[in-house]
């Protein structure tokens, strides 16, 4: 089955400044990855996903940076502002056909310095 | 819209004591799951359904049962609740594509 992990469980980053969280995977055969996050008391919220297609795709100020080779995508936050200031989460396919089974990350909780 | 809703948000439960969670769903999704978040852990897939009348086992599925006998609802059941449960629970739903998550139930077991 697939593992996702992400290499560091907390990064703090100043106000304005870019961030980057790191999720490497397990299955090279994975082809679907999403991004999500987590607020304090709430569910996980959809971010932004990329397929193997690709190698990077971009968003309302976020990129997804996926790289096959080295089974590694990381997320880029340009101009954090506090309201980013969450958990997020890689997810891949644990199995099946589509995202029946999701596989979670453990989550790198990402804070904003004023 | 409501999205997913999810019933009760939170509960303590005593050793041993059973219950059901409910989580409902208005975006007509074929799709529905089950997740349990724990710190450090992430959030593992305790079941999931593909459809209305089918379940499925995820990856961690022991002490829990759950039941789509309406397409719109996806019930979890703990039959006889153990200290381990203590978590907070997430339910989902998809098309197959992105998941829609419901705010958890928190879940402590004494």
């Known amino acids: 089955g697939e593992s996702v992990g992400l290499h560091l469980p907390t990064l703090s980053v100043q106000e304005g400044d870019n961030s980057i969280i790191n999720c490497a995977y397990s299955n090279s055969a994975s082809d679907y990855f999403i991004w999500y996050k987590q607020e304090s008391g709430k569910g996980p919220q959809f971010i932004i996903d990329i397929r193997s297609n690709m190698d990077k795709r971009q968003g309302q100020r976020v990129t997804v940076l996926l790289n096959k080779t080295v089974k590694h995508l990381s997320l880029q936050i340009a101009a954090t502002q506090p309201g980013d200031s969450a958990v997020y989460f890689c997810a891949g396919p644990g199995g099946g056909f589509g995202n029946e089974k999701l596989t979670f990350g453990t989550g790198t909780r990402l804070t904003i310095i004023p | 819209n409501a999205g997913v809703t999810q019933t009760p948000k939170f509960r303590v439960l005593k050793t041993g004591q059973s219950m059901t969670l409910l989580c409902a769903q208005d975006m007509n999704h074929e799709y529905m799951y089950w997740y349990r978040q724990d710190p450090g852990m992430g959030l593992r897939l305790i079941h999931y359904?593909?459809?209305?009348?089918?379940?499925a086992k995820g990856e961690v599925p022991d002490g829990y049962n759950v039941s789509r006998l309406k397409k719109q609802n996806f019930l979890l059941g703990l039959e006889s609740a153990a200290p381990s449960q203590t978590s907070v629970y997430f339910c989902?739903?998809?098309?197959?594509?992105?998941?829609?998550f419901g705010e958890g139930s928190r879940l402590t077991v004494l």
């Open positions: 359904s593909v459809g209305e009348g089918t379940t």
């Open positions: 989902a739903s998809s098309q197959g594509g992105e998941l829609f």
